[in-house]
């Protein structure tokens, strides 16, 4: 699809965890029209994390970044789907709709949430903050990677058969405007062959010769290779082969597969130069110093970066917060803080949520939930109804800025998926910071 679009690309697959981050700290991106990713959403977390440590960060984080889902969660091309009309889809169903998305072409912004974790070293986030349930489920669910999407409902069977509650304050600053709900759209296309590959062809346009090997890139020496109970299995080659893409090897092999750039092929005018595919190895609010929180700990290598806008809501970790917070303390099942509608690619955790809305959406779930009762909240997610179970433990708010501070000595915080290290953070939505690939929007007059 891609080739026949006339999308020119070069494409590479990542040999160890945060080599994307590596891979995109090195590219000349001014000969490129955007980034696209092929795994789950961890190579995209390194991606933008990547182009957010550049020295030239407020220009890197522009370019436009895209998904095409084969990962287990898929949350991003989920939200992705649903923008582009798409009925709700899994597996090749949802790959094929976000290629036609892709080769379609349009970008929208995205907004990115700056995460301050307790040692002050600050990571961003596309997706979400999770703490509890939620996190507990992501983590442990790693050994049954091989199982894809299926090992999160094992994992949620597995947890909900040792629910654990845990202590914790969370603190926000409201939103002063209400979340629109999102466009509906009807008149969803009945067949894949009903939408256009839209541009009209433009003159071919000329690339740096590609790079046959990764020591050919413009990148520091490779590191020794990173492993990680999180990564997971080396993901199949894209090649060209007769003007069509097909797989070359298997999925799920062992060993690190060379770089494999494809050669390029003449570009339409008024489509992306080219788009770089890559198979990726994926790899608290604040308490005050007598608060007698834990030291935090280190859990991860999770990808960390040093540029970035200021956060000009947040005071530092360890300080009081300024008037208008709102403050819950309490004892949680979970809280999660997410940013697009979806928390996986049947999984929608903010209905309302929009990928430029400005907003971090809050959801929580307190203690004194009965396991059944958490399972419908889970199972109403797949269309985005659990607000409307009318359950008393869960709650919602649409805020601008956050600080959860965990009051229990062990547990688990993850950032879109990616191990963090334990303790208080604090993060802030930077509105429209990235610019994201989704195709255009679908027509209006669906029912969410």
């Not at 030239?56 to 091309?77: M, Q, R, Y």
């Not at 700056?114 to 600050?122: E, I, K, M, N, Q």
């Not at 690190?256 to 770089?276: E, F, H, I, W």
């Amino acid at each position: 699809m891609i080739s026949e679009a006339g999308l020119s690309f070069n494409l590479i697959q990542t040999e160890r965890q945060n080599h994307a981050r590596e891979l995109v700290q090195g590219l000349r991106l001014s000969e490129w029209d955007g980034i696209v990713t092929v795994s789950g959403d961890g190579l995209l977390y390194e991606v933008l994390n990547g182009l957010l440590d550049r020295p030239d960060w407020e220009e890197a984080v522009k370019t436009p970044v895209g998904i095409l889902p084969c990962g287990s969660g898929n949350a991003l091309a989920g939200a992705v789907n649903q923008h582009g009309g798409f009925e709700p889809a899994l597996g090749i169903d949802l790959l094929l709709n976000c290629s036609l998305l892709l080769c379609r072409g349009g970008g929208h912004p995205l907004d990115l949430l700056s995460v301050t974790l307790a040692s002050g070293s600050r990571c961003f986030s596309f997706l979400a903050v999770a703490w509890g349930f939620v996190s507990d489920v992501d983590i442990q669910s790693e050994r049954f990677r091989a199982l894809g999407s299926a090992r999160f409902t094992l994992g949620t069977m597995l947890g909900l058969a040792t629910l654990h509650t845990y202590r914790g304050r969370l603190s926000y600053l409201p939103a002063t405007v209400e979340s629109a709900s999102p466009t509906p759209a009807q008149g969803l296309p009945r067949a894949k062959s009903e939408l256009t590959l839209a541009p009209a062809p433009a003159p071919p346009v000329a690339h740096s010769p590609l790079h046959r090997s990764v020591s050919d890139l413009p990148l520091p020496l490779p590191q020794p290779a990173l492993t990680s109970p999180s990564s997971p299995e080396p993901l199949p080659i894209l090649s060209v082969n007769g003007g069509g893409l097909e797989l070359a090897g298997d999925w799920g092999g062992a060993g690190d597969a060379p770089l494999s750039p494809d050669p390029l092929v003449p570009s339409p005018p008024g489509s992306p130069k080219t788009a770089l595919l890559s198979p990726i190895t994926e790899g608290a609010p604040e308490m005050p110093t007598s608060s007698g929180l834990p030291p935090p700990t280190p859990d991860a290598p999770a990808a960390i970066s040093t540029g970035g806008p200021p956060d000009h809501l947040l005071p530092p970790l360890g300080t009081p917060l300024p008037p208008g917070w709102v403050t819950l303390e309490g004892d949680f099942v979970l809280m999660l803080a997410i940013s697009p509608s979806h928390l996986g690619a049947d999984m929608v955790a903010a209905p309302h949520a929009r990928f430029d809305d400005g907003l971090v959406h809050l959801c929580w779930v307190r203690s004194g939930i009965s396991r059944a009762a958490l399972l419908r909240v889970f199972l109403a997610m797949e269309r985005g109804s659990q607000f409307s179970l009318g359950c008393p433990q869960l709650g919602y708010a649409a805020a601008r800025a956050f600080r959860l501070e965990p009051l229990t000595p062990r547990g688990v915080l993850t950032v879109d998926g990616e191990l963090v290290e334990y303790g208080p953070l604090q993060a802030q939505v930077h509105p429209g910071l990235g610019t994201l690939l989704t195709g255009p929007p679908g027509r209006p007059g669906r029912e969410p």
